[in-house]
């Protein structure tokens, strides 16, 4: 089960114009599937457009027909997930007395049971044309590619007869795992996605629109009556045509409110898979444990990969069996939940005796709480993330706990108190909630679970309760839900603070031309970091930033310092859609006809900042600035930066601070883009100064009194002076999407450094300048007591000396004696990102070195992804969605090497999926058995806004 935060939520945001209301869910096992037989063929058999949304269930799993036509082997034509070559693939194809006149299987794979795929398929055989379209991007990469030669007829509406969710011609293992919504099916036409969907604007969200032209003989089910199962509610045909299909095996629950505009939670294992027959149903709500000899197996868990950290939620669970051996409640995610484990925390219920079980810290208590949930009782969940300290409270049959042994209460009275303690978790930074269904207790007996989260209050049909919608109207539930509290949906959540992620990441792909003095457009964005590597030959990486200026380079794969106008190429400037680079003899950057990657950052798109100005006695009257420890320091201002010095402290009566051309104030003071307000000393005064272009160095002084200031330098790199640490630095920042960029003076002692994020990094890369040392990597998934080399694949490291063992916090990081982060005089830069819900993710993982490997839920579909095994001899691998477009994840390129790009067809190693990704290899450097695994991710869209991949 799913809890979310305001972020890290569902998978679909509604449309402004067209709200899809139902999906009909299609169970498996049911072997539910509709038919409808044409009274006669269609005059024109040559053009046909499927367009259906779909959300699947479970994959490797053979055939999940979609939409088929005939009953016999040698005339049918179908929409399937299937291929000639394997599972998952998206298969179009038509074939006629015998022989394929269409065959189009995707080389893509399609694996994301948590959100919503779009599928248009289209042919016309009077010119060759078929096309199939996800998410509203045409597939362009085939296992097999046959396309129609000339004018033939395809099954599709011939008078045979057509079903959906099923293979006609054999149904077993065919039938459909999952839900349908929005099936548009059009006769004697050809149209592209286009026509049933439309891009979101604000978001850049594919969502349904409503389709207006004409049908042919085709029809239109939208299942949005449930009030019976007939072919004239269920399957009523909505094209006006009458074309009703026949529903088989359905009750009149599978019509339920889990849609592509508003997306609901399910079910999905985590941990170590369940044993002996255990299985998903019902849309993936329905749980069967299968049978497990081990007590209380709580790293067998179903669980809803969504967190919570806010807001108040309600969902439902129905024991199904006629036992009652399973524990349900909530924890941290990705943590497996052992009572052997010193750290993991969670609390929950046992079916058996209703007793509450509560570990926090490594330490379980157990108390009497409610009485046991028989078979076909409904155990709720009302979790309060908004009460101070978090609240879970349990209910039977819509009656609550009262905590001493009865479910006895008309209201969430007596509730177990969650505390601080559940929030700090060991598993990189996963610090919300979700729940979970565990095996059985005891004897190895199977049990059946199912969850309502809103979208299903019949459980399949199971009891006829229901009407009882959430606080905002949406979901509805077999009892009534406590106030404020909401159903676990995407149409509940607010949208994330970062729609659109390739306003602040963004992946160029480019050829090099061998010319000069080129630009490089199309970033979104003036990159303040750029990241640049030959994908075609074994250059070294370029790394870039507009504190130090384009045209001075560091090369991650190397300890080389800082190089300037490199001979093999560089960048010589940023653009404020990208880069300038020129040709260079080794083409780092611009090689005719090789293969470039840029990855952008963007670290904020002014500069400025406000300072606020004492005067203290140090010899003479001197300024100072944010209370830093030294007076009258140089200041880094950036051209077209805006910086307000706030004179309100009394300190500064009778010294108004000025600019001007010389230190001794000479030549006068210097007014262009400045403005004052109020008397020094008094509340309110201020000196605000916007950098014009190709501005003179300045100084700032007390008009009234000589030598009580410095210099102003106004840089055309960009960044700010901070002195929020012990050191002064200059740092751009970018404090919405967690980025700086800073630079600072190595003393070779241990100090503080500014870095202006606001919130504590979650990671930090540092080089010095100026020598030859290596990378450091600050991740907090390790702490500060360790560190990785970003140029090296040795194993994490143990070393006092380069952080002190001193976490870094809101406004500094602390550095130790260590070279290559802080050695006397030698210039320093740091890249600092603090995590962003919705945009960014930086946590760690443990390989199980099974093919079916670790999900790990990010809240967003990732367009950039870092991994680093941190056991010794592992690379750093670096994937990204404009190089790997489709499922699996193939390609990548290693931080700590020159090589060249590797196609990994071999391995597969992972899934880039809505809401994460998925490990899909027992490779050992992205899956190795026992190791923690690191990474840095960032988003191509938030959960709430994106579709299944």
Known sequence: ???????????????????????????????????????????????????????????????YSIFFGGTSSTNRAQLRFYTSSGFDNISFYARTSGTFILQLDTTAKFRDPSAWYHIVARCDTTNGTANIYVNGVEETSFTTSTKPSGSQSMEF???????????????????????????????????????????????????????????????????????????????????????????????????????????FAVLRMMGTPFSSGASFAEGNLKLTTGSSSSA???????????????????????????????????GPYQVILSPTVNNTRYAYVSTSSGQSYVRTAGSES???????????????????????????????????????????????????????????????????????????????????????????????????????????????????????????????????????????????????????DRDITGVGFQPDWLWIKNRDQADWHQLCDAVRGANKVLFSNTTDGEDTDNSNGHVNSFLADGFNVDA???????????????????????????????????????????????????????????????QSDSSNSGHPLRFYTAADKTGGEYTTGVTTSGTAGSSGATVTITIAASAPTLYYQCSAHAGMGGQANTNSTLGSSNFDGTTQSTA??????????????????????????????????????????????????????????????????????????????STVFTVSTAADSNQSGQSIISYCFSEVAGYSKFGSYTGNGNASGTFVFLGFRPAFL???????????????????????????????????????????????????????????????NGSNIVYMAFAESPFKNSRAR
């Open 296 to 330: 209380r197996n709580l790293n067998r868990q179903a669980f809803s990969p969504f967190l919570v950290n806010s807001g108040k939620w309600y969902a439902e669970f129905m024991q199904k069996s006629n036992n009652n051996n399973a524990f349900i409640g909530v």
């Open 732 to 809: 751009k920042v970018n404090a919405p999407a967690g980025f700086s960029i800073v630079t600072y003076t190595g003393t070779g002692s241990t100090t503080t450094v500014g870095h202006g994020l606001g919130v504590k990094p979650d990671v930090m890369i540092f080089k010095n300048r100026d020598q030859a040392h290596g990378w450091l990597v600050y991740h907090s998934s390790l702490g500060a007591t360790k560190n990785l080399g970003l140029n090296t694949t040795s194993a994490v490291a143990t070393a006092s000396n380069k952080f002190n063992d001193t976490e870094p916090t």
């Open 157 to 263: 509406f011939n008078n045979s007869e057509h079903q959906i969710g099923e293979n006609g011609s054999s149904t077993s293992g065919t039938y459909m795992n999952g839900y349908m919504a929005e099936i548009n099916v059009i006769q004697g036409q050809a149209l592209d996605a286009s026509y049933f969907g439309e891009t979101d604007g604000i978001t850049g969200q594919w969502n349904p629109k409503k389709y207006v032209g004409g049908y042919g003989d085709g029809f239109y089910l939208n299942f949005s009556d449930n009030s019976g199962t007939t072919a004239t509610t269920l399957g009523k045909d909505s094209s006006g045509n009458g074309n009703n299909f026949t529903p088989n095996n359905f009750v009149t629950g599978d019509a339920v409110k889990d849609s592509p505009t508003n997306n």
């Open 1 to 63: 089960m799913g809890f979310y935060d305001a972020i890290r939520i569902g998978a679909s945001g509604a449309a402004d114009d067209f709200t899809v209301e139902r999906s009909l869910r299609f169970n498996r096992s049911d072997s539910a599937h509709l038919t409808y037989t044409p009274s006669s063929a269609s005059s024109d058999r040559t053009k046909v457009t499927i367009s259906a949304w779909v959300k699947k269930c479970k994959n490797n799993e053979g055939e």
């Open 584 to 646: 260079g003899a080794s083409g780092n950057v611009n090689e005719n006809n090789e293969k470039y990657v840029a990855w952008n950052w963007n670290a904020g798109d002014t500069d400025g900042k406000t300072y606020t100005v004492k005067v203290v006695s140090d010899s003479g009257n001197k300024y100072r600035f944010d209370d830093f420890g030294t007076s009258a320091v140089t200041l880094d201002l950036a051209e077209g930066g805006t910086y307000i010095f706030d």
């Open 366 to 516: 157990v108390s009497t709480y409610g009485s046991a949930i028989n078979q076909y009782d409904v155990l709720g969940i009302y979790l309060d993330m908004d009460a101070g300290t978090p609240v879970v409270y349990f209910s039977k049959n819509g009656q609550w706990a009262d905590g001493s042994g009865n479910f006895d209460e008309s209201s969430p009275t007596s509730g177990i108190t969650l505390g601080d303690s559940f929030f700090t978790t060991d598993t990189g930074g996963n610090d919300g909630f979700g729940a979970f269904i565990c095996s059985s207790q005891s004897g190895g007996t199977s049990v059946e679970i199912q969850a309502n989260f809103g979208q299903d209050s019949t459980f399949s049909g199971q009891i006829t309760a229901g009407g009882n919608t959430d606080a905002n109207g949406i979901g509805d539930f077999a009892y009534a839900v406590p106030t404020g509290a909401k159903a676990l949906c995407s149409a509940n959540l607010p949208d994330p603070t970062i729609l659109l992620p390739n306003q602040h990441f963004n992946t160029l792909l480019y050829t090099g031309n061998d010319s000069s």
């Open 866 to 928: 870092m991994i680093k095994n941190t056991v010794n001899g592992h690379n750093w691998q670096i994937y990204d969605s404009a190089r790997s477009t489709s499922n699996p994840a193939l390609v990548t390129l290693y931080a700590n090497r020159d090589l060249d790009e590797e196609d990994n067809a071999s391995v597969t190693p992972f899934d880039i999926l809505s809401n994460g990704f998925k490990i899909r290899s027992t490779w050992n450097d992205t899956n190795q």
